[in-house]
């Protein structure tokens, strides 16, 4: 055998020696993919299967919608709107992949040219690093391994990215990752992050909108709008270039999107407040289904109306808040010592503000300068604002030098600001009193708006559901229904005289302490006169009118058994009122309120379902046609000419019924009314009982509330006349049974016997009062054969 030529060999190394250089570096290249091969094989069987991709079941938080389409909560860890890829719209697919992965539709799985192209870029002094893994190497990572930058973990992903593209098309690829892929605050998946950063479905997103989002993938956490606007308007710019590059969009539109203005959404902004109804909708499924309600994809259809919700939501902050603005000033919620040296005020502010509880309508500032003439506060988005002259009227007593500790408004000082009608800021402080308000459709008992108290964050507890309290006033007109039904019509004359004090020393009084003498039952309730109620209720029975209330769904038992019945001294809640008031509403017809309408899976399928509305037939009814018609007679008149007159005036139109309610000292306060096609009732008060103020009453603090929603719902509605029902006609224009047309009701009570006898009867003309003209939405007799 010939013996190699060693000197030969090195001879040509000595002039040659790039080509031993090459064949060596190409011997440890061969070498190391031989490995690596090996490697492979060995790993390649220990792959997990691919059933998480192939059978694709993403987690799906449970979803909460108003009738009308529009979300209202989300209950789950991740936030995520699933779409198939049919319903991704293509711009946002193409600024994708133009940013992620420009060869996705040309590549195995493993993309040799992004590759190389990333290892120059990184290599490249001053070249904007790159990552090598292709969208489907993201998915292979997303779903089976973890974020760990090792070699082990990189050839892994590469074998799995290979695998899924010999199992699933390109488009199934891709619609795994964009449903899948974490973009920052709680979004999974591109529809939900739609809704996060832009409050709007995938589809109504501008194209700049659509590079925003696709831009944050790479971190999500860094370069979100909502944490970094201006990083993620930078990686946006990004996005645009490579979309311009790679043909997606023109030059134009590269412009025209480049220059447009995002508006992000922040965090607290919610497109519809109703969060107590959520957290029933949350309960029911809980109950349910248990732990999988928040993973399944559960989505809840609730009868909510968004506009109307929103509306009343609006009408009940502005409400309670301004009765806050009646009550004295409370002092700052706390006190921070910032020292004297004002160069760190920003940084401070910061540290102090972060874990404070902000609101949209009541911002936490923390002052940084103050005088009797002004005050300098910092918000916690860091922006600064100044309170002067009306805007500190409130405050003043916090603004003297000998002010109490307790009240003092100084530097350090963490306090609520809020935007003033006329603009600028004023001061504000957290309200104590509670609210609650519902309406709901008198013809099916839908419920169209819901809010269970001021800030849900603070008090879960449902004012409007779960508050047993004291209905006063607003309870006198189905006691006055069931005085109809014993011969007692609107024009029966009762003493409105103080009450004879007896042994048990009960001494009811009227609201304003005056007392009118024999007045007509019509007038009565406008006047909302107490004596008289207590008059008509001794008259006709204490147990009488106790049941007969039942018939509106009222619990009986929850209703005293002595005169006290009259003053509204039992307990409801505002939905058991407004349930009660929707039968005055349609003429005498009990509804069944509904608040969830349907349940279903994330595929669709029906698992609850309501009973659809039933027509209003005999079988529903609970009071007479004509009982129904006579008593919203006389709620429209509380609301022309009595305690109410507000409403009339406010809204512009005759067709409004209702009535205050105030308790003892103004502990609750209620106003309870409807137009034909909506009722609604509010209620403002405390959760521990107390007096809402010498000056509150249901017409000052909860008919405002009643107004600002009504003066919404009720636009373009047009006037509703209420035709008289058979058995009622109108006589010197006051309504009465056909069988009292000409006499034979009872006339009147107590006004011989101020302990309450009732006197014969005689002819309508004989009624003590004289008659207010018909209102005009009822119709008269005459003109309706």
Do not use: C
């Not at 060995?42 to 919608?65: A, E, G, I, N």
């Not at 201006?230 to 490579?242: I, N």
């Not at 009193?433 to 008198?442: E, G």
Request: hydrophobic share 40%.
């Amino acid at each position: 055998m010939r013996k190699p030529d060693v000197s030969a060999l090195l001879g040509l190394m000595h002039r040659r020696p790039w080509l031993f250089a090459g064949v060596s570096l190409g011997g440890l290249a061969l070498a190391g993919a031989l490995l690596l091969g090996i490697w492979a094989a060995l790993l390649y069987p220990m792959l997990p299967d691919l059933d998480k991709v192939t059978d694709y079941q993403p987690r799906q938080p449970l979803q909460v919608f108003t009738r009308d389409g529009v979300e209202i909560a989300q209950f789950g860890s991740e936030r995520r709107v699933f779409l198939p890829i049919e319903r991704i719209p293509k711009m946002m697919q193409d600024a994708l992949i133009a940013v992620e992965d420009a060869r996705f539709r040309e590549h195995g799985g493993v993309d040799p040219i992004g590759i190389v192209r990333a290892f120059v870029a990184n290599i490249t002094p001053g070249g904007m690093r790159q990552g090598a893994s292709t969208i489907t190497q993201q998915v292979a990572r997303n779903f089976f391994l973890s974020s760990k930058r090792t070699l082990d973990r990189k050839i892994r992903e590469a074998m799995l990215a290979m695998k899924i593209e010999q199992q699933l098309s390109k488009d199934q690829i891709l619609e795994l990752y964009m449903n899948q892929i974490y973009l920052g605050h709680r979004a999974y998946g591109f529809g939900a992050a739609a809704q996060v950063y832009f409050g709007k479905p995938l589809d109504q997103l501008s194209i700049a909108e659509d590079a925003m989002l696709a831009g944050l993938p790479q971190n999500p956490g860094y370069a979100n709008p909502i944490t970094n606007f201006d990083r993620a308007v930078a990686r946006q710019h990004v996005v645009l270039g490579r979309m311009l590059a790679t043909g997606v969009i023109t030059q134009a539109q590269y412009d025209e999107a480049k220059a447009q203005k995002l508006v992000i959404r922040s965090e607290n902004q919610v497109a519809v407040h109703a969060e107590h109804v959520a957290e029933m909708a949350r309960q029911i499924v809980y109950q349910r289904f248990g732990e999988q309600a928040y993973s399944d994809g559960f989505k809840v259809t609730t009868s909510l109306m968004a506009a109307d919700q929103q509306a009343a939501w609006a009408a009940l902050r502005r409400g309670v808040l301004d009765h806050e603005r009646r009550q004295a000033w409370r002092g700052p919620e706390d006190q921070e010592d910032l020292g004297d040296d004002t160069s760190d005020d920003e940084d401070q502010a910061a540290q102090i503000l972060k874990d404070q509880r902000d609101d949209e309508d009541l911002r936490v500032a923390l002052v940084l300068q103050a005088s009797p003439s002004q005050v300098v506060a910092v918000l916690a988005t860091g922006e600064k604002v100044t309170l002067s002259g009306e805007g500190l009227r409130w405050a003043r007593s916090g603004l003297s030098p000998k002010a109490p500790d307790n009240l003092a408004l100084r530097r350090g000082s963490v306090i609520r600001v809020m935007k003033a009608d006329k603009g600028g800021w004023t001061i504000a402080q957290w309200p104590q009193a509670q609210s609650a308000f519902v309406s709901l459709d008198p013809g099916t008992g839908r419920v169209r708006a819901l809010v269970g108290g001021f800030d849900f964050t603070r008090q879960q507890f449902n004012h409007a559901t779960q508050a047993w309290r004291q209905p006063g006033s607003s309870f006198k007109p189905f006691l006055y229904s069931a005085a109809l039904e014993h011969g007692v019509q609107p024009a029966t004359v009762v003493n409105d005289a103080p009450w004879p004090v007896g042994p048990d020393g009960w001494n009811p009084q009227n609201d304003n302490g005056q007392y009118d003498g024999p007045i007509s039952l019509r007038r009565a309730l406008a006047k909302s006169k107490n004596l008289v109620s207590i008059r008509l209720v001794q008259y006709i029975g204490v147990d009488t009118a106790r049941q007969w209330t039942g018939r509106f769904g009222f619990d009986v038992n929850r209703q005293p058994d002595n005169l006290t019945l009259a003053l509204g001294a039992g307990s409801t809640t505002p939905m058991q009122l407004a349930t009660a008031y929707a039968a005055l509403a349609n003429g005498g017809y009990k509804v069944d309120p509904v608040v969830i309408e349907r349940i279903t899976d994330a595929q669709g399928k029906v698992v609850f379902q309501a009973p659809p509305p039933v027509p209003l037939t005999e079988a529903q009814r609970i009071i007479p046609a004509r009982n129904a018609f006579v008593i919203d007679s006389l709620l429209n008149e509380v609301t022309r000419s009595g305690t109410a007159a507000r409403a009339q005036a406010t809204l512009k139109r005759p067709d409004v019924y209702g009535k205050t309610g105030t308790t003892n000292d103004a502990v609750d306060a209620w106003f309870a009314g409807f137009q034909p096609s909506v009722v609604a009732v509010v209620w403002m008060g405390y959760d521990d009982p107390r007096s809402l103020g010498s000056h509150e009453s249901g017409g000052g603090a909860s008919l405002p509330i009643w107004l600002g929603y009504m003066s919404q719902v009720l636009r373009n509605v047009p006037v509703h006349t209420i035709d008289p029902p058979e058995g009622v006609q109108e006589v010197n224009g006051e309504w009465y049974y056909n069988e009292y047309a000409e006499g034979g009701y009872v006339t009147q009570i107590g006004v011989d016997d101020a302990a309450g006898a009732a006197s014969g009867a005689s002819a309508p003309e004989g009624a003590s009062a004289p008659l207010s003209p018909l209102p005009a939405p009822f119709a008269s007799a005459a003109s309706h054969p």
